[in-house]
């Protein structure tokens, strides 16, 4: 069983930044993809950002490229999102998510485990 506890979130002026953390509780964390999703009120879970274990290869979604960083740090079971000149049409509940599997996959399907989410809100 994998536990992910997100952190960071809050409201912050457009043009600000945040940074969005993800703590897994799981012995294995070097063996899972991880993934950044988030889901505005009303509409659907989205991907944002991607990085798998081994390659450690990273995807975006294209209206974040330029803007979010993804990172991980598997001496600390924790994955990132970097988050700046953010815009409120970011304003969405932030959710990580962890597969055991080497490639970050782009749709929710695959992954298994979520955390709880956190909220950013940006204000105009």
């Known amino acids: 069983q994998v536990q992910l506890v997100e952190s960071g979130g809050g409201l912050v002026q457009a043009g600000g930044s945040l940074r969005l953390s993800c703590v897994a509780s799981?012995?294995?964390?070097?063996?899972?993809?991880m993934g950044w999703f988030r889901q505005a009120q009303g509409k659907e879970r989205e991907f944002v950002a991607g990085i798998g274990w081994r390659y450690l290869k990273i995807y975006y979604t294209d209206s974040v490229k330029g803007r979010f960083t993804i990172s991980r740090d598997n001496e600390k079971k924790t994955v990132y999102l970097e988050m700046e000149n953010l815009k409120p049409e970011d304003t969405a509940v932030y959710y990580c998510?962890?597969?055991?599997?080497?490639?970050?996959?782009?749709?929710?399907?695959?992954?298994?485990?979520w955390g709880q989410g956190t909220q950013v809100t940006v204000s105009s």
């Open positions: 799981v012995r294995t964390f070097s063996n899972y993809a």
């Open positions: 998510a962890a597969d055991l599997s080497t490639v970050a996959a782009r749709t929710a399907q695959p992954y298994d485990y």
